[in-house]
């Protein structure tokens, strides 16, 4: 237990020199837990995550993948333990969603290879997993934005990932879908499988992380478990608006205080 | 129950039925023609006739080859093109290749005695430098992602052959050599010969096998940057290489029939309605169809008039109407 599956050391990354994106970050994530990057829009949440993938190089800086450096890692490696859930896939063409989940087993069979028995049948029993098996014959361009995000989550799970990273998972979702998919992460992460997701929303995060990452400006405010990150003060500076947290029925919620604009001073 | 077999049933039924169909079109092809008069020649003559045996082995059999393989060849390099570029309504010319075989064959009628086979060097030299040109331009480009730089050195490229030819043409002698680039430019096989069939099928051959084999592959790198490589794609390396095979195969095709348009946009089309977009199926699906496209319009081109009608004119028209139809039809996503 508690083997580190994800460790940053000293991450300083630009697309262009002067703009500095992330800033001297560290920080480890645990096998089987459940991380959420918080931070505001913009705070470069999305830039970590590819850099975590490998996507992006840090200038400088180490990342170490389930103890060995990304560096040593071939393609088809790496790929065999990570996945992604992107923000938002944009698939251009009307593949079936069978056709597109199985495109997550591409890892796992050889470069020329077509997917085989096996595979077809882990897409149909991961869709089952994901209640969305009555969606296999679609196009995948015809979906709801809940049922894309499951569809987009099963391609990533077929490629049985150690760790599960997904880029701003609930944005695009209602109140039940948003219920369901952080159930269904909550069941990963007891299967062991790492997760960790980026969010802006910390009530997103304190439905299910155990772990927070506060990010403000590329750098890592504040880590740790949650009950010692996700607090008003934390929260207040890492957003820059006075938040409170609260608990209700043991779980953590937070309250926008001045979210009203019932006083003028503050619309400016 | 082998669940690939029956998840693509149909799509491999389709596959079958279309192979079938090629094999007897060419078949059939052979006995259509001019001779010993228009459109049919009887088996019998082909049995006895000396003249038909030799016109048939030495005429028709590498032009109908040729036709299948441009067909092909056009068809899934538009396949390969939409999908690598996310877009379904890119086709084989872009990327300077049209324009720069143009511009080659311009060079050797104007320079170099215009001989067919010197044509055809100088023709599928600068189509690969014009795609060459592409990439190494895009490379300079520093703004925009990797598709947005090649389309728009492609244009770059395909503008600065076409301004060249436009030169050529003005320098050219009216009564023979731009007769001669005009003719070429509307596209035709009328002259081709097992020579110049040995002479392409080594490229078109191993292009076309290796996209083939990257058919797979195809659908991953048709996903977004991200994506793609946390499935494990080497992105630029992939795409590079299959594109390099595709657009050489139809670069020196290019240079033995001249420019024909429509199949490389249209047969793709098809291709992804018959069979999905999985490139398990519609990259083998587009070559067979293509492969059909290409004979079917090369026979009419060479026995519906007592002239040969360019073939580039056929396809051309054939294809637009057919795009008229498709469009008016399905739901083409363009974004």
């Known amino acids: 237990m508690n083997q580190t599956m994800i460790a940053l050391k000293n991450i ?15 920080l480890s994530v645990e096998k089987g837990s459940i991380t959420a990057i918080l931070g505001p829009n913009g705070t470069g949440k999305t830039t970590l995550l590819h850099t975590i993938l490998g996507l992006l190089a840090p200038q400088s800086g180490e990342i170490w993948i389930a103890g060995k450096n990304i560096s040593a890692y071939k393609r088809s490696e790496l790929s065999q333990v990570m996945s992604l859930v992107p923000q938002s896939e944009v698939v251009p063409f009307n593949f079936k969603v069978i056709e597109y989940v199985l495109l997550g087993r591409t890892p796992q069979f050889g470069f020329l290879d077509m997917p085989s028995e096996h595979d077809v049948e882990l897409v149909r029993d991961t869709l089952e997993m994901l209640e969305v098996q009555h969606l296999e014959q679609r196009p995948v361009t015809e979906l709801s934005g809940g049922e894309q995000q499951m569809v987009v989550l099963a391609r990533a799970l077929v490629q049985e990932p150690q760790i599960l990273l ?18 269904i992460l909550q069941t990963l992460a007891q299967r062991s499988v790492t997760i960790v997701f980026s969010t802006h929303d910390p009530d997103a995060a304190a439905m299910i992380a155990d772990h927070v990452i506060l990010l403000k400006a ?19 500076q890492t957003y ?29 | 129950m082998n669940s690939t077999r029956s998840l693509w049933a149909k799509q491999y039924q389709r596959i079958l039925i279309l192979s079938i169909l090629l094999l007897i079109i060419v078949a059939l092809s052979i006995f259509i023609g001019r001779y010993p008069k228009p459109f049919w020649m009887p088996i019998q003559v082909l049995l006895e006739d000396s003249m038909a045996q030799r016109l048939v082995w030495l005429l028709r059999l590498p032009r109908i080859l040729t036709a299948a393989l441009l067909g092909a060849t056009l068809a899934v390099c538009g396949t390969v093109l939409q999908m ?6 890119v086709e084989p010319g872009f990327l300077g290749v049209s324009q720069g075989a143009a511009f080659g064959a311009a060079v050797a009628i104007l320079w170099l005695g215009g001989g067919r086979l010197t044509i055809e060097l100088s023709a599928s030299l600068f189509a690969l430098l014009g795609l060459a040109g592409s990439f190494i331009l895009a490379r300079t480009i520093k703004f925009g992602g990797w598709v947005l730089r090649l389309i728009l050195s492609g244009i770059v490229v395909s503008a600065l052959f076409s301004s060249g030819l436009g030169v050529l043409k003005y320098l050219a002698d009216p009564l023979t050599q731009l007769q001669e680039i005009t003719f070429w430019l509307l596209g035709g096989l009328w002259s081709v010969t097992w020579q110049d069939l040995l002479y392409v099928a080594p490229v078109v051959v191993v292009g076309l096998l290796i996209v083939y084999l990257m058919r797979w592959r195809l659908n991953v790198l048709a996903l977004g940057q991200d994506t793609a490589f946390s499935l494990g794609a080497e992105t630029t390396r992939e795409r590079l290489i299959v594109l390099i095979a595709a657009v050489s195969a139809t670069a020196v095709l290019t240079a033995v029939s001249g420019i024909v348009g429509w199949v490389g946009l249209i047969v793709p089309q098809i291709a992804r309605q018959m069979f999905g977009p999985n490139g398990q199926f519609s990259v083998p699906g587009s070559m067979l169809i293509g492969a059909i496209f290409g004979v079917v319009s090369d026979n009419l081109a060479r026995t519906l008039l007592a002239g040969e009608i360019p073939l580039g004119i056929l396809t051309s028209f054939m294809g637009a109407l057919l795009f008229v139809v498709i469009i008016n039809r399905s739901r083409i996503k363009l974004r």
Do not use: M
């Open chain 2, 84 to 89: 690598i570029f996310r877009n379904p309504i």
């Open chain 1, 12 to 26: 300083q990354f630009h697309y262009d020199p002067g703009k500095t994106i992330l800033n001297d970050l560290s």
């Open chain 1, 218 to 236: 590329g750098a890592v405010l504040d880590a740790g478990l949650i009950d010692q990150v996700l607090t008003s003060e934390k929260l207040t």
């Open chain 1, 240 to 268: 820059g608006t006075e938040v409170k947290v609260l608990t209700i029925e043991g779980r953590l919620v937070t309250l926008l205080i001045n979210g009203r604009f019932g006083e003028k001073e503050k619309v400016k």
């Open chain 1, 166 to 183: 997904l880029d701003e998972p609930t944005s695009h979702l209602d109140l039940s879908n948003k219920g369901r998919l952080l159930k």
